[in-house]
């Protein structure tokens, strides 16, 4: 898969909704295809949704580049969001002007009969299966973190507490800005995190697995491990330990810190970091 990596100061969306348990059909996939009116075989450079008639969404922060109309994608709609161009294609109606700014979660346009979806990057044609895939994974990455309180306990009624709550409007917005970035830099091996928070993590599973606090509801996509009330200390103790190497990490590379900090608070961050982390 090709090194994706996009950043959004308005944080992340699908281009249309769908339901926790409901699967996004692909009419026509990306690639080498056979046409579904002439039979013939052709390369496609986008994917087909079956997405009739429903809203369609700017997926991060960005800017309209392109509107228009031409016989393959009928009404289209370009976004450029970073370095990456994406196409609406078989719109119906479309909400947004040329060169309008975007934010994730604004509705842009409606779709037609169906999505055609397509990006590229500096003029090369990507699967958009990977980049929805590399979007995906961004919102995931935010909604565990608690980033916009898209991270629930499945019908728990029980607030998750950490220990930087009274800084949660400055963190959102570092977060927004830096997450992928520490993603991305963490699966590449450039960033390590200290062995100790890989310790911790396995020890607070390990005693929550001896304690039955998984799987008590069913799982969904914000709750993947099933937590109840009786999890919510789990998921403090956990977005605690990520969110405290998540600010080591900006500290470390980047000299940022929580402007509520003191000198005596930034020196303890730092002096926690392992020389591998260096």
Known sequence: MKDMLLESASGFMMPFAAAEDEEVQVSLGFGQQKHPMTGEQFVHRGVDFIAHDVPLFALATGAVVGIGTDAVHDHYMIIKYGKYEVKYGHISRSFVSYGMPVYAGLQVAQSGDFLHFEVSQSGEVLDPTEFLGMVYGNIQQLDAMGIKGCYRLANMGVKVQTDYDADQDELLQMML??????????????????????????????????????????????????????????????????????????????????????????????????????
């Open 177 to 278: 800005r830096w997450w992928p970035v520490y993603m991305n830099e963490i699966r590449l091996g450039s960033y390590v995190p200290p062995a100790r928070v890989e310790q911790s993590l396995r020890n607070i599973f390990a005693q929550s697995a001896n304690r039955n606090h998984f799987f008590e509801t069913i799982p969904q996509i914000g709750n993947p491990l099933g937590l109840s009330s009786r999890g919510a200390p789990l998921a403090s103790k956990v977005q605690n330990l990520l969110i405290g190497d998540f600010l080591s990490y900006m500290a470390l590379r980047h000299q940022v810190y929580l402007s509520s900090w003191d000198d005596d608070e930034k020196k303890k961050l730092l002096s926690r970091q392992q020389p591998t982390d260096c």
